[in-house]
């Protein structure tokens, strides 16, 4: 037997390494956001930075009697189906039946290891490279990356008071953009706050007929609505739409359970994707999550806390704001976890940061979720984590910040 | 303000439809195994067809304590690190320094939800389209999925009663075959059986340095050995390796954990993807993964209850095949859940299967796995979840349908 490699001595001995990276792995980097909470986290600052919902609302007592029985029963701790146990979609089919009186079936949802992974296998299962896609113009972070990963081309639209600009969508359809993807948050958009209007929602499922793409609504945070009404669902009005739905933000994160109902053609696709991704979603959350789901009075008083908390904690901070930053604009978010502040053009919030965590506060900048815009002086400023005494104490902060800015680096200089 | 579809009469009104999927999805299948336990789960039928362990083992008792602790501290129910909980990690850095003598720390480890997701974050991080991986004929179908869903090019390796055939390999790669990946289960390999000298691994660990490929060393079974000396891991030979172990064979598949551990410029990578995959693996299952593992008396109980379980199993069923079947030939698991019985060439077990079937038992047809060969004239036998006297009277039901099969067919013809 001849020596193995006698024949390849002129091959470089460099084992295995970096070279060995696809080409989209070279280039991908860590979130903005991810690399900023590090300095979020020093002692002493307090940071309206995180997306996080409240540690302190988490159901644990009905968490722990749930687990008591789930995990008792062994066979709820066997491998399940990739669409996800039949308890949870029965539960959920039966939610959305109830809320949104549209006729739903367990057939009709698949479960998901939270909403992000509901983005990536939809990136995955419709995006070839360069295929394009609409997004608001500034966006969620975790869309951007799920579709830029699938070799998704972004198509950036603003977002205006009245959400998603329709109009502008329309025009770019008309001089021949062909998306295959409309990414919506519709409620309380991250990073903006901002609800699509019901006539901009009708007129998109027009176009969405009209020019054959899916619209993916994302609605995390509807379910924390503390003033006006719901924006309906856009399966009223269009087959064209998937949509995404998580308890990571009524029940608790740490489970990561979420779900997607949409047309047959996309689930089948999903359901065999997600075979090769992770076969399925831990059986035992899924049983968690419909214990708690399935338990309606009690869950209904769980919201009924979480929308009375939140909404303390909005007023609180935009109470200080209004007393301590009359420079800042922002709408009054109706419901989720954040406010969207913009600030006097002349100030570079990306600058205004390391001045404001030397103050002890912290923010997101603008730009952080910018496509093609660059919000420069606006900046998104969680009220979920920080307690109504700590929310004001952080404006006092920031708007000595803005001061410290007026003192020094003054008018911004281009990017 | 124009009607917004003005211009766009010509466009045909189709709305979103399966055109949109990507050119990936619209060729991908659903696996064969899947499609086969639909039949498989019929009444009566004795299934040795699944890979599932045994429901009966799953340390309900354990869990339940655990569950109580951890469900009632809020913050085990947060958001966490994309890398992992650090109690977690440490757990199993700990575990691994003792076990293979070689430092590991937590920085070392990435938590994810079960091995296939490690598999596919591998995958998608390393490979372009058209880029080679070394896999064994025949090979575990989720391996083959996650490199072909990332664009793989599959190069099958044969594999023989010493594991995966190096010198073949080695010849391969002397006439210009360049990898990126080689997939490797050293111990009880799904689907043969088959265990990897360590002579072997030795020359493959030269050739990964050589060559500069990366070795996936997924070791689902490796724990679950019976008789003699377990295979040291690659890693005690070579950088070139990201060692790939889950819990879904000891503990419970349905709590979905397992890591990997590798070189640091692939853990970054696969971070990165990670966090738009689905931010992090729940943490809730992690920690109650931690409590098992961390337990380390109580959980080498487990781990010897479980070899014994599987040994008596895997006994009758090679008791039962020496007296119903001696026209099968196969090699003595030392561990595992999987037995490969090969039958005279002239029998097409594709052909068997819905024989078998009518005579009540399952089992899956070697093609299932086959990559390049056909394996046409074995299957693959698990003994994991049948009694001892279920998996007789499996192969009493087995040898009926090949006595149907001689009858019947006769000799198999070329599929």
Chains 1, 2 share one sequence.
């Not at 789901?293 to 901070?317: K, W």
């Amino acid at each position: 037997m001849p020596p193995i490699d006698q024949k390849a001595s002129n091959t470089p001995n460099t084992g295995a390494g970096p070279h060995l990276l696809s080409q989209q792995s070279r280039q991908a980097t860590s979130s903005a956001i991810r690399d900023l909470l590090v300095h979020a986290r020093r002692p002493g600052v307090i940071s309206l930075a995180g997306g996080l919902p409240s540690t302190e609302l988490f159901p644990t007592t009905s968490l722990v009697a749930a687990a008591s029985t789930i995990l008792s029963q062994p066979q709820n701790l066997q491998y399940g189906l990739t669409e996800g146990e039949m308890r949870l979609r029965e539960i959920v089919a039966d939610i959305h039946t109830t809320d949104d009186q549209l006729p739903i079936t367990p057939d009709d949802v698949q479960i998901v290891s939270g909403s992000q992974q509901a983005l990536d296998l939809i990136a995955r299962v419709t995006l070839d490279p360069g295929d394009e896609v609409v997004v608001g113009d500034s966006e969620y972070l975790g869309a951007i990356g799920a579709f830029r990963g699938a070799g998704g081309r972004l198509v950036p639209i603003p977002i205006d008071s009245h959400g998603l600009d329709v109009d502008t969508l329309a025009g770019q359809l008309r001089r021949g953009l062909r998306p295959k993807l409309c990414y919506l948050i519709p409620e309380f958009h991250n990073p903006t706050g901002e609800s699509i209007t019901a006539e901009r929602l009708s007129r998109l499922a027009i176009l969405s007929d009209r020019y054959a793409f899916l619209i993916v609504e994302d609605n995390p945070y509807g379910a924390l609505r503390f003033d006006g009404e719901p924006v309906r669902t856009m399966a009223s009005m269009t087959d064209n739409v998937v949509r995404c739905r998580t308890i990571s933000k009524t029940i608790a994160p740490g489970l990561r359970v979420a779900w997607m109902i949409g047309p047959g053609w996309l689930l089948d696709a999903v359901r065999v994707a997600k075979q090769s991704v992770d076969l399925h979603t831990p059986t035992v959350t899924q049983h968690l999550a419909a214990t708690l789901l399935g338990n309606t009075d009690a869950h209904q008083s769980h919201m009924s806390r979480l929308a009375s908390h939140y909404m303390d904690r909005r007023d609180s901070l935009m109470g200080a704001l209004r007393d301590h930053m009359p420079e800042g604009r922002f709408a009054s978010p109706a419901g989720g976890m954040f406010l969207w502040l913009s600030l006097p053009e002349s100030v570079d919030t990306n600058r205004l940061l390391p001045l404001a965590l030397d103050r002890g506060v912290a923010f997101v900048p603008g730009s952080a979720f910018a496509v093609s815009g660059t919000a420069r002086h606006s900046m998104r400023l969680s009220y979920s984590t920080a307690t109504p005494s700590e929310l004001r104490e952080a404006v006092e902060r920031l708007a000595a910040a803005l001061t410290d800015w007026a003192d020094g680096p003054g008018v911004s200089s281009p990017p």
